[in-house]
């Protein structure tokens, strides 16, 4: 072989390892502001408000104090017990320091239980719409993604008796994500009780409670922990959370769980061998923020909670365009059924969901994500995690796109 016409290649994974579509639109977005546009971007999930002020001194007191050497693996203690204090007052969940760890973010968490679980053909169980990165990461580790729809008619949420269709004996994992990216559905505490029945006759199915989106839940309702409703159920369950979303902390990198001590034992061993702990830094942040940033939290709740109902308000006003009233988290998830098929004012036809958000952004420069990212066409998914006069903005924008098709 002549060496000359050799490369160094890549590994057979990055097949079919594409560019989440919540990434390309921000990249295309950026493009367009690049080119002089005003261009508005709804496209990310990250909260737009500045981390809390008595988290950052705690960085930074951090750096001075010389917490600056390299972290325990499973996070700090008083970071571990911050979040076993929050664990319990918040949602009457005991977990011993053994049985929690921390990461670089919840992302880091998702990949250390995959890593640590999934064998070759294992099926992972993701309710859609959900966040993109369940089921790209369960791929990438060996695992067989199974969809199973959570329709708008039942708000979104996974009913127990379409959950049941799905499992098998391969099933490894059942991925919960409520409030949720990207619907902001809120599953009920029944829905979860019935979810909780069918899991007892699957015991080797582990369960990924994520809770990130945990405090922002909106019109009296409650958010439920899985492994309180079904304490049976608990040695199966990690309940994930994390700073990112709660504090407007997603740069900082800090993610935390609760689980059967098996379980974390084997994602720190590989956190070991990864990445190691996650940042001294944001740790100390993060343990200010648990420790004392509740009222920067229900300030950020108001701001989405009007936010919300804005968007709930225009979006009512489009023809051909349905909105469910989110109840949690930071999106809206319209349904565009009434729109397939009609030309934009550009004259771009619009055969489905992808055609409507690149119309848009072309056309309006309005940056929104396809529903097919998610699992569940033809709808958008829209982040309200933007002020207000800008989202004033965009939905005016919008509204116009929507008018003018014919
Ligand atoms: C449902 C869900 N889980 C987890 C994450 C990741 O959070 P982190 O920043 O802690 O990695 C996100 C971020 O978008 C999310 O939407």
């Not at 708000?155 to 799905?166: E, G, M, T």
């Not at 599953?187 to 989106?213: G, K, N, T």
């Not at 919300?308 to 349905?322: D, Y």
Request: glycine share 6%; hydrophobic share 40%.
């Amino acid at each position: 072989m002549n060496p000359l016409k050799t490369e160094p290649s890549l590994s057979l994974k990055m097949e079919g390892f594409e560019t989440p579509a919540t990434i390309a639109m921000s990249m295309r977005a950026r493009e367009l502001a690049a080119q002089g546009n005003d261009v508005i971007s709804l496209a990310l999930g990250q909260p737009d408000f500045f981390t809390p002020r008595m988290a950052c001194d705690a960085a930074y007191e951090a750096a001075l104090d010389g917490k600056t050497k390299y972290p325990p693996i499973d996070g700090v203690l008083s970071l571990k017990q911050a979040v076993q204090k929050k664990f319990k007052q918040e949602n009457g969940l005991e977990y011993a320091l053994d049985e929690i760890m921390v990461a670089n973010g919840a992302k880091q968490i998702l990949f250390n239980a995959f890593m640590a679980t999934l064998n070759e053909g294992d099926e992972v169980v993701v309710p859609a719409p959900y966040w993109t990165s369940y089921p790209i990461m369960a791929r990438f580790l060996g695992g067989k993604p199974v969809d199973v729809i959570c329709a708008e008619e039942n708000n979104f949420s996974l009913k127990a008796v379409d959950l049941r269709k799905v499992l098998t004996n391969k099933t490894k994992w059942l991925i919960i994500n409520s409030p949720s990216n990207p619907t902001g559905a809120v599953w009920s505490r029944q829905d979860l009780l019935e979810i909780a029945e069918v899991l007892r006759d699957f015991p080797q199915v582990w369960i990924f409670a994520d809770e990130i989106y945990e405090h922002l839940v909106f019109d009296g309702q409650e958010h439920y922990s899985l492994a309180v409703l079904a304490p049976d159920l608990k040695d199966r369950i990690l309940t994930v959370n994390g700073a990112s979303k709660t504090y407007a902390m997603p740069g900082w990198r800090v993610g935390y769980v609760g689980g059967p001590k098996r379980l974390i034992k084997a994602m720190l061993k590989i956190q070991s061998n990864s990445t190691s702990g996650a940042s001294s830094i944001s740790q100390a942040a993060a343990t200010a923020a648990l420790h004392h940033c509740d009222n920067d939290v229900a300030e950020m709740k108001e701001a989405y909670d009007r936010r919300r109902k804005m968007m709930k308000e225009a979006f009512s006003k489009m023809s051909g365009v349905t909105c469910a009233v989110p109840q949690g988290a930071f999106y809206v998830y319209p349904g565009i059924e009434g729109c397939i098929g009609k030309t934009s004012a550009g004259g771009r036809k619009i055969e489905n969901d992808q055609d409507f958000a690149e119309a848009l952004l072309e056309e309006q420069h309005v940056a929104v994500v396809p529903g097919h990212a998610f699992g569940l066409s033809p709808y958008l998914r829209i982040s309200y995690a933007a002020d207000d006069k800008v989202l004033e903005k965009a939905c005016k924008r919008i509204a116009q796109f929507v008018e003018r098709l014919q």
